[in-house]
């Protein structure tokens, strides 16, 4: 399998009042293009700041980070920001979508930053994939946890990404909600060959995909295959 995103010899340290903190102490794994995964640890273990560095959001303090052949090593945030738009979907916990913006416009945002036409009627169209054409006009606060999830899951959809990581996408979320939003995230493995990394607390969540990586206190402790693998 043709891995998408390679990890090796990966720190993060944090300093604060003179003191370093290690949040990731050399983890190495490869994950390949069109795989599903979970990255599963305690609270504070370092599984957040993983998913991060992964995407490009945060920068290591040492080790390579690989995302579809480009290293992000060296990289400036504006870099690692148009690698992201180009490859990367992400979806929160707490679904970030802005506040002064309706649900469509949400979804338009990283369609127009990447220039592209007729933004409103393709916006419409991956609202319209998360079962929301008809909540456009809504804003945030006027839509349910779930409702706001798919629309942050619309707007990752955008760039029909080749790689989607998600923290705690059902973490706010009740049970039946979260069965909508976790199809829609699998449906887009099924369909569209992209590549799963998740995060989760939820071990139910987590053996629907194929491997589950295990965190603890920054380190990467297990590494294991589940029977979705097979
Ligand atoms: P998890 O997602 O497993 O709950 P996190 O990656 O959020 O863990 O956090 C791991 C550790 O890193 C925690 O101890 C947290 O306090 C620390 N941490 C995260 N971000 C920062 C930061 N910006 N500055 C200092 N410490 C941080």
Avoid: W
Avoid at 51 to 59: F, H
Avoid at 80 to 99: D, S, T
Avoid at 170 to 177: C, I, K, V
Avoid at 179 to 197: C, P, S, Y
């Amino acid at each position: 399998m043709e891995t998408i995103l390679n990890i090796a010899n990966l720190n993060k340290t944090y300093k604060s009042a003179g003191r370093t903190l290690t949040v990731l102490d050399d983890i190495n794994f490869a994950i390949g293009a069109g795989s599903t995964n979970a990255i599963v640890g305690p609270s504070g273990s370092g599984k957040t700041t993983l998913l991060g560095l992964c995407a490009g959001l945060d920068s290591a303090t040492s080790g390579i980070v690989e995302l579809s052949g480009v290293n992000f090593g060296g990289l400036s945030e504006d870099k690692r920001a148009q690698v992201r738009n180009q490859y990367v979907g992400f979806i929160f916990q707490n679904f970030q979508l802005l506040p002064t913006l309706t649900a469509l416009e949400n979804v338009m945002v990283p369609l127009e930053l990447r220039g592209e036409k007729n933004i409103k009627p393709r916006a419409l169209d991956l609202l319209d994939k998360v079962g929301l054409a008809s909540r456009g006009h809504h804003y945030p606060a006027q839509l349910s946890g779930g409702e706001q999830q798919r629309v942050s899951l619309a707007r990752a959809f955008s760039n029909s990404p080749k790689i989607l990581f998600a923290d705690e996408p059902t973490g706010n979320l009740d049970a039946e909600t979260s069965e909508k939003v976790v199809k829609l995230i699998f449906d887009l493995n099924k369909d569209a060959g992209t590549t799963l990394v998740l995060v989760t607390h939820d071990l139910e969540l987590a053996a629907k995909t194929q491997r589950i990586l295990r965190i603890k206190g920054g380190k990467l402790v297990s590494d294991e295959l589940t029977a979705k693998a097979v």
